[in-house]
C-alpha cells in the first residue's frame, strides 16, 4: 500500500465548474500538507499549504485537511481553462521517515471552454 | 527572485552511459533536493543536502548515482551507468532556512535512455 493515494484522473470539467481534488494517506506522522500545480513540462509550483487539519483559503482555491480521517482535499472555484495542469498532494511529518515530502501520484485536471 | 535553475532541460543517452545534471538552487536557500519524478507518478525524493552535507539519501542508488554539493551553493547529479530504468524527470528544489515545508522546484532535466 502507498503511503499516499491520490486518484490520477483525468478529470475534466467544463469552465466555471467547482473541481474536488482529493488524496488519502496512511503514514499518521504526517502533519504538513501541501498542493503543488505542475502544468506539462514544468516544475511542481506549491499553491497551498497547510499545518494539521483545517481549512485555508486562498482566492479560489480552498484546501481541507480531515486527520481523523487521513484524507485531504482542494476545492477550485470558478474553474478556467488556466488552471488545466496535474495537482499533485504532498505531505511531510516533523522527524524520521516522515520528514521527507511524499507526493502522490498526480490528478491531471482539464478545464474545457 | 531568480528561480532554481537547472540544465541541461533534455538529455538522451544510450544505456551504460554516464550522465549529469547542474542545479542551482535560490539564493539564501540552505537545502537542496534531488527528485526523480518517473512518467504518471509523483516526485521521489533522492538526496537532501544542507549546505554541502548529505541529511538524506536513503533512496539514492548509490551504485549508480551520486550527487554532490561543492561550496553549498550548486550541485550536481550524476548517474553512471545509465538503465533504462532511469528514464525520468529529474527535478531539483531548495527552501529556506528553518523551513522545510516551503520547497521550490527548478524545471527539471528529461531524461531519456535508449
Known amino acids: 500500500q502507498k503511503e499516499v493515494e491520490q486518484d490520477p484522473g483525468p478529470l475534466s470539467v467544463p469552465e466555471g465548474a467547482i473541481v474536488s481534488l482529493n488524496c488519502t494517506y496512511s503514514?499518521?506522522?504526517?502533519?504538513?500538507f501541501m498542493w503543488y500545480r505542475q502544468y506539462s513540462r514544468k516544475g511542481p509550483e506549491l499553491l497551498m499549504y497547510?499545518?494539521?487539519?483545517g481549512n485555508k483559503e486562498d482566492g479560489r482555491f480552498t484546501a481541507q485537511v480531515d486527520k481523523s480521517s487521513k484524507y485531504i482535499s482542494l476545492f477550485i472555484r470558478d474553474s478556467q481553462p488556466s488552471d488545466s495542469a496535474t495537482y499533485l498532494c504532498?505531505?511531510?511529518?516533523?522527524?524520521?521517515?516522515?520528514?521527507?515530502?511524499?507526493f502522490g501520484t498526480g490528478t491531471r485536471l482539464q478545464v474545457t471552454l | 527572485e531568480a528561480g532554481v535553475a537547472q540544465s541541461p532541460r533534455y538529455k538522451i543517452i544510450e544505456k551504460r552511459q554516464s550522465v549529469a545534471f547542474w542545479c542551482n538552487p535560490i539564493?539564501?536557500?540552505?537545502?537542496l533536493y534531488w527528485y526523480q519524478q518517473i512518467l504518471g507518478q509523483g516526485p521521489k525524493l533522492l538526496i537532501q543536502?544542507?549546505?554541502?552535507?548529505?541529511?538524506?539519501d536513503s533512496q539514492l542508488p548509490k551504485d549508480r548515482f551520486s550527487a554532490e554539493r561543492l561550496k553549498g551553493v550548486d550541485s550536481t547529479l550524476k548517474i553512471q551507468p545509465a538503465k533504462l530504468e532511469d528514464s525520468a524527470v529529474y527535478l531539483c528544489?531548495?527552501?529556506?532556512?528553518?523551513?522545510?515545508?516551503?520547497?521550490?522546484f527548478g524545471p527539471g532535466t528529461r531524461l531519456t535512455v535508449t
Open positions: 543536502f544542507q549546505n554541502n552535507g548529505v541529511v538524506d
Open positions: 504532498a505531505m511531510m511529518g516533523s522527524a524520521g521517515t516522515a520528514s521527507k515530502l511524499t
Open positions: 503514514n499518521s506522522a504526517f502533519q504538513y
Open positions: 497547510t499545518y494539521s487539519s
Open positions: 539564493s539564501g536557500h540552505a537545502t
Open positions: 528544489a531548495s527552501s529556506p532556512p528553518l523551513d522545510r515545508t516551503k520547497q521550490y
